[in-house]
Nanobody, 118 residues
Framework: VQLVESGGGLVQPGGSLTLSCAAS????????MRWVRQVPGKERELVAA????????KFADSVKGRFTISRDNAKTTVYLQMNSLKPEDTAVYYC????????????WGQGTQVTVSS
């Protein structure tokens, strides 16, 4: 399983960023895809998830209405559109591929830093 995130960076409060995660090495359409973030010293937080069906999504309460997750099975890529960013969104964002039935999948990307600051 290979997952490569991109799109992180520095943005001002209220701004927007779109993260991308390019996947390979597994049957992309069969796995749920998740974005998880982590701040140093804190546990990882599930931000958003999309099932194998693009209409099956869920979000952390802290990002509902501001973030959107989508997937393109043809491009084997998952996206996280982040709007109205706040300083508390600052974290390393990780892409995670997960399938709990055989063949089990649990892959992680290297992470991309998002910093929200003026």
């Amino acid at each position: 399983v290979q997952l490569v995130e991109s799109g992180g960076g520095l943005v001002q409060p209220g701004g927007s960023l779109t993260l991308s995660c390019a996947a390979s090495g597994f049957t992309f359409r069969s796995a749920a895809m998740r974005w998880v973030r982590q701040v140093p010293g804190k546990e990882r937080e599930l931000v958003a998830a999309v099932g194998s069906r693009s209409d099956d999504t869920k979000f952390a309460d802290s990002v509902k209405g501001r973030f959107t997750i989508s997937r393109d099975n043809a491009k084997t890529t998952v996206y996280l559109q982040m709007n109205s960013l706040k300083p508390e969104d600052t974290a390393v964002y990780y892409c995670n591929a997960r399938r709990t039935s055989a063949p089990v999948i649990d892959g992680w990307g290297q992470g991309t830093q998002v910093t929200v600051s003026s």
